[in-house]
């Protein structure tokens, strides 16, 4: 089993769409939380953290459930823009440190 | 302020060479951890170094090691290179390498081996 899974995709939605992301991991001691986007050949960058609470930046919002260990990411009235992979990261300290990237979901927004 | 940076951005090697990469972090930053990207993969984590020690490991065989100089730049050695190695490899710089803290990728090196 992967230690961070995702959404295979890739995802096709229209522009205003609503769409949801999701991403299980399998270490209990995993102890941060991210969203990063990456662009076609472009290197990976920061979306959001993910707090327990939940949190919200405009039209996206991620949500952290660590009793299912389960991460998920919700962008609402989609634009041409936000087309990319979206990348699910873990931090672990666990027998050392470890940031550990999901196989990443593609999005595709059309017009 | 310049952002982290790598060089050489491409290289071309045969198998059984060795190959050194290196980045740049951003200034101020104490932090840096390498990452092999495969087309279609997410980054796999290989290293990552704070203030000079190494803070962890990934699953990657011996063959790649990597370290800080005290300006806080890295290198990432890989020897006896196989056809497998052929990826993207990434560095991030992160200022204390809490794993709590935002990482900052440079644009990469893209490794053929041949």
């Known amino acids: 089993r992967k230690e961070v899974e995702q959404d295979p995709g890739p995802f096709n939605v229209p522009e205003g769409a609503t769409v949801a992301f999701n991403c299980t991991y399998s270490n209990s001691a995993s102890q941060s939380f991210f969203w990063y986007r990456q662009d076609c050949r472009k290197e990976p960058k920061l979306l959001m953290s993910?707090?327990?609470s939940g949190n919200e930046d405009g039209r996206f919002t991620a949500q952290l459930n660590r009793a299912s260990q389960y991460i998920s990411l919700l962008i609402r009235d989609s634009k041409l823009s936000d087309s990319a992979t979206y990348l699910c990261?873990?931090?672990?300290?666990?027998?050392?440190?470890?940031?550990?990237f999901g196989a990443g979901t593609r999005l595709f927004v059309k017009a | 302020d310049a952002g982290v940076t790598q060089s050489p951005t491409h290289l071309i090697k045969t198998r059984g060479q060795h190959v050194t990469l290196r980045c740049s972090p951003i200034s101020g930053h104490k932090s840096v951890s390498w990452y092999q990207q495969v087309l279609g993969q997410g980054p796999q984590f290989i290293f990552q170094?704070?203030?000079?020690?190494?803070?962890g490991r990934g699953n990657f065989p011996d063959r790649f090691s990597a370290r800080q100089f005290p300006n806080y730049s890295s290198e990432l050695n890989v020897n006896a290179l196989l056809l497998g190695d052929s990826a993207l490899y990434l560095c991030?710089?992160?200022?204390?390498?809490?794993?709590?803290?935002?990482?900052?990728f440079g644009s990469g090196t893209q490794l053929s081996v041949l």
């Open positions: 170094y704070y203030e000079k020690e190494e803070r």
């Open positions: 993910v707090y327990s």
């Open positions: 991030a710089s992160s200022s204390a390498g809490a794993g709590t803290e935002k990482l900052f």
């Open positions: 990261v873990v931090t672990s300290h666990t027998g050392g440190f470890k940031t550990i």
